[in-house]
C-alpha cells in the first residue's frame, strides 16, 4: 500500500467541481495505479473525513500544436469522492473572514 500522500497527487478546482462541492463530492487527481479502497483510505487518512463513494476516470489526451509540432496531452486518473454528510474539506482554507 502506497503513502496517503503518493496516492493523492493534487485536488482539481473547477467550476464544475467547485459547484460539485455543495453535494460534498471533492474531485482529486490520483496516482495511476491507484485503485478506489486507496483512495478512500487516502482521503480519510490526510483530511480526516467519512468517504460513503468514490468514482474513477481516465481523462483521455487532447491533441494539441505547437507550431509544427503536434503531440499530445498527458493522460491522468481522476477520482471524485463523496462524503458523508456533515463532513467537508477546506480546499480554500476559511474564506468568511475579510481583510
Do not use: C, H
Not at 471533492?26 to 478506489?36: L, S
Not at 481522476?78 to 482554507?93: H, N, P, Q, R
Request: aromatic letters at 10%; proline letters at 5%; zero cysteines.
Amino acid at each position: 500500500m502506497n503513502s496517503p500522500y503518493n496516492v493523492i497527487i493534487r485536488p482539481i478546482v473547477t467550476e464544475r467541481s467547485y459547484d460539485a462541492m455543495d453535494q460534498n463530492k471533492y474531485t482529486f487527481e490520483v496516482a495511476p495505479d491507484a485503485p478506489k479502497e486507496e483512495v478512500r483510505d487516502a482521503v480519510e487518512k490526510v483530511f480526516g473525513v467519512r468517504v460513503t463513494k468514490v468514482n474513477t476516470l481516465w481523462v483521455k489526451p487532447k491533441s494539441k500544436r505547437q507550431r509544427y509540432q503536434y503531440g499530445l496531452t498527458r493522460k491522468w486518473k481522476k477520482a471524485v469522492v463523496t462524503l458523508a454528510d456533515g463532513d467537508s474539506i477546506e480546499i480554500f482554507g476559511d474564506t468568511s473572514q475579510s481583510a
